[in-house]
């Protein structure tokens, strides 16, 4: 189990020894941010600032990964997934920044594109024999979905790569709460490795699951280092698809997509204040919020950015514990018997 956090930290080294060369690679190619009209108006001083610096984020996940796993179909599928996503958020930024306009691909796009990365997650979930089920946690049962689960990937992944990407509006916002989930992931999934046992001997896939989790970890961090307020640079759609989509792909592996809404319950506020603010203005011509997502909000109540996200990861801190206890307690692969 050393070798999880080997990966954490040659990614580390990667994204911290490598970013100021990227950076300064960005300056250089004019691959600047492209700051919305009608967002808060002090992150007009933001414009030009260099993005997609979600690249440093999956290069280093992807050395780190294969330098120091065994690779297995979860493993290599949570990879996949991750970039692909990416890849996604990729095309989206490069769009932005040749245009030189805030728009990149359209929603519907992006949810086709989603939709196809989400029937081969079921493939690999299929081949895994994954139950077409969840555990509730406190009722402590398995409810069967049937056809329903495929939805439920789709939802899944989708709703992790777009809660991510929703978060990232604020320097250190989006990558400070993933580390936080993905930590809480990749907790879950040693302790899988160390409690759950077939024939006498520990399921080697769950362990291989907490690299490539290990190995985005110890990216952002890295990434982080520089993203941190006032941010150096900006991961972009590339950086917070990718985070999403490895997320995602990792609660359907380690069987509990349910303990998203906890683990990912940051990402779940922000996109759930968009929709609230969106059906409001439709339905009553009124807005909830003074600005969505809800850490703009804030930010228009004259909290500080850095606040917010201190705030924003003590809350990520919270939920997160607060899904690792029910895993703990509750779900059925992890208790003796």
Known sequence: MAHVLVAALVALLIAILAGPFFIDFLRKRSVGQT?????????????????MGGVLIVIAATVAF?????????ALTIYGTMLACG???????????????SLGLSGRIKMLLLLAISLV??????????????????????????????????????????GVNLTDGLDGLAAGTS?????????????????????GHRIANRLDAAF??????GAAVGFLWFNAFPAEVFMGDTGAMALGGAI?????????PLLLLLIGGVFVIEALSVMFQVVSFRWWGKRI?????????????????????????????????????????????????
């Open 35 to 51: 700051i919305r009209e009608e967002g808060p108006e002090h992150h007009s001083a933001k414009q030009g600032t260099p993005t």
């Open 248 to 256: 995602g792909a990792m609660a359907i592996f380690l069987q509990v």
């Open 179 to 199: 580390i936080i989930a993905l930590f809480t992931l990749t907790a879950i999934a040693v302790t899988i490795y160390i409690r759950q046992t077939e024939n």
């Open 87 to 101: 890849a996604i958020g990729f095309l989206d930024d490069l769009i932005k920044v040749r245009h030189r306009r």
């Open 212 to 217: 490539i989790g290990a190995a985005m970890i």
């Open 121 to 162: 997650v079921c493939i690999a979930a299929d081949h895994q024999k994954l139950k077409h089920a969840v555990f509730i946690p406190i009722v402590d049962k398995w409810v069967p979905l049937e056809w329903g689960y495929y939805a439920l990937v789709f939802v899944v992944i989708a709703g992790a790569a777009n």
């Open 289 to 337: 919020f003074l600005m969505a997502p809800i850490h703009h909000h804030f930010e228009m109540k004259a909290w500080s950015e850095t606040k917010i996200m201190v705030r924003f990861w003590i809350l990520a801190g919270i939920l997160c514990a607060g899904g690792f206890a029910l895993f703990y307690k509750y779900y059925p692969f992890i208790r003796p018997g």
């Open 66 to 74: 294969f330098a120091t796993s065994v690779r297995t179909v979860p």
